[in-house]
């Protein structure tokens, strides 16, 4: 694989290892482009410090020690600076003015949450309601046209598991959006070597249907991730057993 986008660090509290480490491993892969797109801090209305992401105060620290990393590495490996963030649209002008003087070179669009972290819940649990995919979708797609970001982490997060009638009614729209907009589906690492709901068959058979292209997240919360081959061809098959074409780098950010 020639470049992955979705690395995590340890601020976002639930990943291991150094930001050097993550290069280092990177190079080790053979991995020529590596973007950074660890959890991006909110600013909330109330008191309230979420167990899955970084604080505001490690901004400065995560964008310091990348750009460091990425002019020592620099004949080895590109280095991107990123963030993975929800929409969600109320909160979105105090995230403007927190990250508008920090170089960041991308966003990565990860619905987590469709509202104020502290209000609902993880749209990864499991759900009958029709309600909750249309609005996950809704809200993806919103997001995903405000221009903000260069594509989406694992789309099919949401853990519908109600008649497949109702899951194909709504997730085949943004499967169509994403063709539309030239954006690959990732097909996310984390999920597929955990054995997790996602990647979820019956997702990538609706993107096999509508032509989408498809690109390889790892989703790295660990270094090791980043130079394991044979977790980068278990990726790779299933994205050939299923004959979807693998978009090897971002237009835009090679």
């Known amino acids: 694989m020639i470049a992955n986008y979705h690395t995590h660090t340890t601020r976002c509290k ?12 990177a190079i080790r892969g ?86 104020v972290e502290y209000d609902t819940t993880y749209t990864g649990f499991e759900t009958t309601s029709e309600a909750a995919l249309e609005k996950y979708v809704d809200i993806s797609i919103e997001g995903l046209e405000s221009g903000r970001y260069v594509y989406m982490a694992h789309p099919d997060l949401l853990n519908f598991v109600g008649p497949t009638e109702i899951y194909d009614r709504h997730y085949i729209r943004l499967c169509e959006y994403m063709k539309m907009k030239n954006m690959p589906v990732e097909i996310n690492m984390l999920g597929l070597i955990q054995g997790r709901h996602y990647p979820n068959d019956r997702f990538f058979e609706l993107c096999k249907e509508v032509g989408n292209s498809v690109i390889i997240g790892f989703d790295a919360h660990d270094p090791s991730w980043l130079s394991d081959v044979d977790y980068m061809k278990r990726c790779e098959e299933y994205a050939r057993v299923r004959g979807l074409e693998v978009c090897e780098v971002l237009p835009g950010l090679r």
């Not at 990943?15 to 280092?24: H, K, P």
């Not at 959890?39 to 310091?64: F, K």
Request: one cysteine or more; hydrophobic letters at 35%; charged letters at 30%.
């Open 14 to 25: 639930h990943a291991i290892g150094s930001d050097r480490e993550y290069v280092e491993n």
């Open 30 to 115: 053979g991995i020529k482009v590596l973007g950074f797109s660890d959890h991006c801090p909110w600013i909330y209305d109330r008191e309230y410090e979420s167990g899955t992401r970084m604080l505001p105060r490690m901004l400065a620290g995560y964008v310091d020690n990348l750009q460091k990393l990425k002019k020592e590495y620099e004949k080895d490996i590109k280095i991107y600076i990123g963030l993975e963030a929800e929409y969600i649209p109320e909160m979105m002008p105090k995230q403007d003015i927190l990250l508008k003087d920090y170089p960041l070179d991308y966003m990565i669009l990860g619905e987590h949450f469709t509202e």
